[in-house]
C-alpha cells in the first residue's frame, strides 16, 4: 500500500495553518492545504503493515482506536500516491458519505491506529482523506446521483446534524421519500451551530445539502417538534420516524450564584448565535452574545472549550482564562497509553496556539474549579472565585476531585462561557414523541435502533450519548440500513 519504503523515505508534513494574527481577524477556515504533488507523498507513506489497525474502528480501553466508518484508508492512500484521484475519490465514498466534514473536524482516531504511529509519525491520513474529496470537487467529480427507482415508503428525520445527514443519506439511496425536519433556520445541525466557521466553512455544509436536495431529500427548517410543530402528524404521516436529535442538553455549572447572575451563558448558545449572526449579517445585526472588552472565563477543556477560546479573541475580549478540572496531560504516551490506544498527550488547539500567539502564554488552568459567581449590585456578573482541587479516591474507592485548602483564588470576568459537555438529549422532544430514556437521560433504543413507540427509531448522540461526528455519521448509516430492512418487510 503506497510506495513500501515510503515511511522510511519522507517525513510526515501537514498543511500549515494560517498565521494566528492573520486569521484572528476573520472567521475564515484557518488550516491550509498541502499542493497535490506533496499530499501524494504522504500517501507513499502508508505501510504494507498486512493488518490496518487504522480502519478497525474498535473500543480499547474505552477510547476508539481506528475509523468508525471502516474507511478503506490503506487503498485511497495507495491512490493519492499513484495520483489516481478520481479513483481514490470512489473508494472513500464507498464507506464514507461526507469526507468534506471529517476530513476537517474529526480527531482523527484513524491515525491513532496507524502502524507507523507505532516506532514514529503516523501518516497523514485525515488529510489525504480531505485532499481527496477537496480534489473531487473541484474537478467536478461530486454530482448528485438520485435512486433511479422509488420504493413509496416516506421517511421522517428528526435532526439534520452528521447522524441525521447520513440516515437521510442513506435511505434516500435506498429508494424512500426521506424528509429531514431541522428546528433551525439552517440544516446542519451540530455541523452548522456547533462548531465555528473557522473550524468548518458552513459552506462547505450547505453544498453537501444541496446535492442531497438535488438527489430528492426534503428539509425542513424551523420545524422544532414538540414547540412550533406536532409529533402526532409526523406519526401519521411517515412509514418510520427517526430520531437524530443530538445530546444536546447542557451540563450546568454547581456554583454558588449561578442562577441570579447574568453573564453566564451556555458555549453552545454562545457559539450558535455567533455563526448566525455572522451568517446573517457577517455581525452587523449584533445580535450575538460578544465578549468585545470583557474579562472571559471559559469552563471545559474540550474542543468547545477550544471554540470559545477562538471565538473570543476574534470578538477582542480584554483577557481570558480557561479552567480545567482534570490534570495537564502527559508531553508524551505513558507505558500505560501504548499503541494503538488513543494518545492522551497534551494537545495545542489552535484556540489556545492563537491565544499563545498573542499574551505569550497557555489560557488553561488545570486543576481548578469555579465555586461561586460574583455580580455587582445590578445582577451583572463580575468576578469569579476559584479553589484548586485534586483527585482522590472516596471510601468507595472512586476518583474525584477533593478542594485544596489555601488554593482559593478570585478572577475578574464579566463573561462565563460553560463548555462541560452534554448531558443526553432534551426531555421535551422525548416527551413529543412518548420514547423512553436511558439511565443517562438518552433515548432507550435496542442494537437494532428501536425505540419503544412502533415505528420510531433513534439514533447518533441522541441514543448514546455525546460523541464523534464520525461515530454519529457511522450510527446514520447503520440506522439506516435496519430501517430499510423495516420498510422492505
Known amino acids: 500500500m503506497g510506495k513500501p519504503t515510503g515511511f522510511l523515505e519522507y517525513d510526515r508534513e501537514v498543511g500549515k495553518n494560517r498565521e494566528p494574527k492573520e486569521r484572528l481577524k476573520d472567521y475564515k477556515e484557518f488550516h491550509l492545504s ?41 487503498e485511497w492512500n495507495d491512490l493519492v500516491y499513484r495520483g489516481k484521484w478520481d479513483l481514490a475519490y470512489e473508494r472513500l465514498n464507498k464507506t464514507n458519505p461526507f469526507p468534506e466534514f471529517t476530513g476537517r473536524v474529526c480527531p482523527a482516531p484513524c491515525e491513532a491506529g496507524c502502524t507507523a504511529g507505532l516506532n514514529g509519525p503516523s501518516v497523514t491520513i485525515k488529510e489525504n482523506e480531505r485532499a481527496i474529496i477537496d480534489t473531487a ?28 445527514l447520513a440516515t437521510a443519506d442513506t435511505l434516500n439511496k435506498c429508494g424512500h ?41 426534503k428539509f425542513v427548517n424551523n420545524a422544532d417538534i ?27 455549572l454547581q456554583a454558588k450564584g449561578r442562577d441570579e447572575v447574568k453573564g453566564v451563558h451556555f458555549a453552545v448558545d454562545f457559539l450558535k ?73 497534551l494537545k495545542v488547539d489552535y484556540g489556545q496556539e492563537e491565544f499563545i500567539d498573542v499574551y505569550g502564554k497557555d489560557p488553561r488552568e488545570y486543576l481548578t474549579t469555579v465555586t461561586a459567581l460574583n455580580a455587582d449590585k445590578d445582577g451583572n456578573l463580575e468576578s469569579v472565585d476559584t479553589v484548586k482541587v485534586e483527585w482522590k479516591k472516596d471510601e468507595n474507592g472512586r476518583f474525584g476531585p477533593v478542594p485544596v485548602k489555601g488554593s482559593e483564588k478570585t478572577y475578574q470576568a464579566e463573561l462565563v462561557l460553560l ?35 412502533p415505528k420510531v427509531f433513534a439514533t447518533g448522540d441522541a441514543r448514546r450519548g455525546q460523541s464523534l461526528v464520525v461515530t454519529a455519521i457511522n450510527e446514520g448509516i447503520r440506522v439506516g440500513i435496519t430501517v430499510n430492512e423495516f420498510l422492505r418487510k
Open 419 to 453: 463548555a462541560m459537555g452534554f448531558t443526553g438529549s432534551q426531555s421535551y422532544i422525548k416527551e413529543a414523541f412518548g420514547v423512553e430514556s436511558d439511565a443517562r437521560t438518552n433515548i432507550k433504543t435496542g442494537e437494532d435502533f428501536k425505540t419503544n413507540v
Open 137 to 164: 470537487f473541484e474537478n467536478g467529480i461530486v454530482k448528485a446521483n438520485p435512486p433511479a427507482k422509488r420504493t413509496g415508503k416516506t421517511v421522517a428525520v428528526i435532526g439534520s446534524g452528521p447522524a441525521g
Open 273 to 345: 448565535a455567533n455563526t448566525k449572526s455572522l451568517l446573517d449579517s457577517n455581525h452587523a445585526d449584533n445580535n450575538y452574545i460578544s465578549a468585545k472588552d470583557k474579562n472571559v472565563i471559559v469552563i471545559g477543556g474540550g474542543d468547545t472549550g477550544t471554540d470559545c477560546v477562538g471565538t473570543s479573541l476574534r470578538h477582542g475580549c480584554k483577557s481570558l482564562v480557561q479552567f480545567e478540572i482534570m490534570g495537564e496531560p502527559a508531553r508524551e504516551r505513558a507505558e500505560n497509553n501504548p499503541w494503538p490506544e488513543w494518545p492522551k498527550v
Open 177 to 217: 421519500k426521506v424528509t429531514v425536519f431541522e428546528r433551525s433556520d439552517r440544516p446542519g445541525g451540530l455541523l452548522m451551530y456547533g462548531i465555528p466557521n473557522m473550524k468548518l466553512d458552513k459552506e462547505v455544509i450547505l453544498r453537501r445539502v444541496h446535492i442531497m436536495a438535488e438527489e430528492g431529500v
Open 226 to 252: 414538540g414547540n412550533n410543530y406536532d409529533a402526532n402528524e409526523i406519526l401519521d404521516e411517515f412509514d418510520a420516524v427517526i430520531l437524530a436529535t443530538g445530546a444536546s442538553e447542557p451540563r450546568d
Open 34 to 74: 498541502l499542493p497535490a504533488d506533496k499530499q501524494s507523498i504522504q500517501g507513499a507513506r502508508c505501510m504494507d503493515c498486512g493488518v490496518p489497525f487504522c480502519q478497525s474502528g474498535v473500543l480499547i480501553s474505552g477510547m476508539v482506536s481506528g475509523c468508525p466508518l471502516h474507511n478503506l484508508i490503506p
